[in-house]
């Protein structure tokens, strides 16, 4: 029965989730008020639920090169941003990266232009976990209020 094990229900996992987060919002607020460090060098912003993003130009040269190769230069020009939010700010492992190409919107095709996010991902807390725990919760309140516990008790 694994809903008797505790290792099992994560509760200690979601706390190390939350407490990440909280400590990523501190940070991000930090380095934001740090008017020479890394972040406000790189122009990186934030939106309410502090992913951080910033846009990044390619080099006209760069457009005739095949799209892998131009994908490669553009991970390979992001390095000393994963060093910095790796070893600087020791956040690597919980951040999702997401590269998002402009498109023009007279004509339609790819620009040069890439917005770069780095969304902070939960390992356990979830919506599903969130959901099954309420259900749960909700189910032995309402077990508790129609009396089924002691008429259970009772048969046993």
Excluded at 73 to 89: F, G, Q, T
Excluded at 107 to 119: C, E, H, M, N, V
Excluded at 126 to 140: A, D, N, R
Aim: glycine share 4%.
């Amino acid at each position: 029965m694994a809903l008797f094990k505790p290792k099992t229900w994560g509760i200690s996992r979601v706390w190390t989730d939350i407490t990440n987060y909280r400590d990523w919002i501190r940070v991000i607020k930090r380095e934001r008020r740090d008017r020479n460090s890394n972040f406000n060098k790189w122009k990186i912003n934030h939106n309410f639920f502090y992913t951080i993003y910033f846009t990044m130009d390619m080099e006209q040269a760069e457009s005739e090169l095949p799209e892998q190769v131009m994908k490669l230069r553009m991970i390979e020009s992001l390095a000393p941003l994963h060093r910095y939010l790796d070893e600087d700010l020791g956040f690597a492992e919980c951040l999702t990266p997401e590269f998002n190409q402009f498109m023009d919107e007279e004509t339609g095709d790819p620009t040069l232009t890439y917005l770069i996010a780095y969304r902070f991902s939960f390992n356990k807390l979830s919506l599903w976990w969130v959901l099954k725990w309420v259900s749960i919760i909700v189910g032995v309140l309402v077990a508790l209020k129609l009396g089924i516990v002691p008429w259970l008790m009772g048969l046993i």
